[in-house]
């Protein structure tokens, strides 16, 4: 089992900055996990934001690209997300995912969500 955390969402104006973590615990080596960040709207589906492979590779969504990174500390089991020059369409609550198998079709384990809204 591995039980995810998120923390970091809040209110913030267009163009300014946040940093999403995302804190692992239990079984609990992430080293070889595949970590992700999604995004959901109300009314909407949940929408892929950045994956981060044990290699290191790491995609990103079209709509955040050049403005968030994904990273992972893994001496801390956590994974960020920085989102800078936020807009208001960045409001969303974000979650953390772990896929267990980097092949697997679906996640394994997702975090209860944290609050982003970008005010105008």
């Known amino acids: 089992q591995v039980h995810l955390v998120e923390s970091g969402g809040g209110l913030v104006q267009a163009g300014g900055s946040l940093r999403l973590s995302c804190a692992a615990s239990?079984?609990?080596?992430?080293?070889?996990?595949?970590m992700s960040w999604f995004r959901k709207v109300p009314g909407k589906e949940r929408t892929f934001v950045a994956i981060?492979?044990?290699?290191?590779?790491?995609v990103y969504a079209d709509s955040v690209k050049g403005r968030f990174t994904i990273a992972r500390d893994s001496a801390k089991n956590t994974v960020n997300l920085q989102m800078n020059s936020l807009k208001p369409e960045d409001t969303a609550v974000y979650y953390c995912?772990?896929?267990?198998?980097?092949?697997?079709?679906?996640?394994?384990?997702w975090g209860q969500g944290t609050q982003v809204t970008v005010s105008s």
């Open positions: 995912a772990v896929k267990i198998l980097p092949t697997s079709t679906r996640y394994d384990y």
């Open positions: 239990g079984r609990t080596n992430t080293n070889y996990f595949t």
């Open positions: 981060s492979w044990s290699n290191g590779n790491t």
